[in-house]
């Protein structure tokens, strides 16, 4: 190794799902949404001019911060956006995990950006355990430590904890920052955001990604009490002003401001979630009670790897995780009913082909 190797960071990045360049690909493996975005976000584009781009973006992020901050009933000072949620979270660990002694703790099976940032910035970690049915168990974050991160509905399991178990958590720990990651809040369970005014280290980060189909755009936030944004928007200015594009700002605005369509998109994949549950079960599979737009599901006789696979062979793109605990999963986005029909036809097929070589 050369001599400036050595003072090089050496880290493990993080792995995101694979995008195809082969748009034909039924893409069911990094949850994003299969409609289009709002009907406004299309005119924003159409009606920019390129000159426009001479200028640096608006640094505040005002309109957008006004924005949600309307769609939410607080006020522009209890909004932080990023670029994307990774870049809200990214920032949250930087600004709020500077605990020396004591570790941050998560899941040990959740995100898997988490323990890369944790690693990035230096940060402390324990990764708690979930029980035998994948729920997060929270006796393994009783005691100090230096910040909590629970996505919830957590990923990839799907499942949703609680609110109260989430205020309980608050309560007893006062001494560090705790993170609600609801990326997919808005396909099942409740909002921690109303607990906010309650509790002042609490931080509940959302995405475009998902229920906005805006994951293209790159566009996060985070709420919370105005101190804490405050020590957020400090980070973010130590580190880059202009983080979000002209463009980005307006297209969020656009998508925020069109609620009939987002509730509609919304009710879409969840009536598409639960008949395909049932389809699920039906072809013999299992999976924890899904609150997202993704199903965790595990199948009775065959690996998950194998079907993965053989599904990709077929151009039906899910993902896979090579893990412990979670090796024998495959987590399936919640596509279009045409979509699902296609996953469901290529499934059948392919146990039923499994099935036919067993019994021979
Ligand atoms: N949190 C969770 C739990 C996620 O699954 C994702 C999506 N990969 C993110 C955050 C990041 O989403 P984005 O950066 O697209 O907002």
Known sequence: MSEWEKNVKKLIPYVPGEQP??????????????????????????????????????????????????????????????????????????????????????????????????????????????????SIDLTGYEGPCGGIVIANPNAPTGLYLDTGALCHVLESHPECVVIVDEAYVDFGGESMLRYTDHYDNLLVVRTFSKSRSLAGSRIGYAMGQKKLISYLLAARDSFNSYTMDTITQRIGVASV????????????????????????????????????????????????EEIFEKLRDRGIYVRYFKKPRIDNYLRITVGTDEQMEQLFKALEEILSFKAKRLSS
């Open 21 to 134: 360049k082969d748009k034909n690909v039924i893409k069911l493996n990094t949850n994003e949404n299969p409609y289009p975005p709002a009907p406004a976000v299309q005119e924003v584009l159409e009606d920019f001019y390129a000159d426009e781009l001479r200028r640096y973006p608006e640094p505040t992020l005002l309109e957008l911060r006004s924005t949600l901050a309307d769609f939410h009933g607080i006020s522009p000072d209890e909004v932080f956006v990023g670029v994307g949620s990774d870049d809200v979270l990214a920032m949250s660990f930087l600004t709020f995990f500077g605990d020396k002694k004591r570790p941050v703790r998560f899941p040990d099976i959740t995100y898997s950006f988490y323990d890369v940032w944790c690693e990035l910035f230096g940060i402390e970690y324990e990764r708690i355990p979930v029980a035998e049915d994948l």
């Open 257 to 304: 401001k069109d609620k009939a369509y987002f509730d509609r998109q919304v009710r879409q994949i969840i009536d598409t979630r639960e008949m395909s549950k049932n389809r699920l079960l039906e072809l013999g599979f299992s999976f924890p009670e899904s609150s997202t737009n993704f199903i965790f599901a595990t199948h009775e006789r065959v690996p998950a």
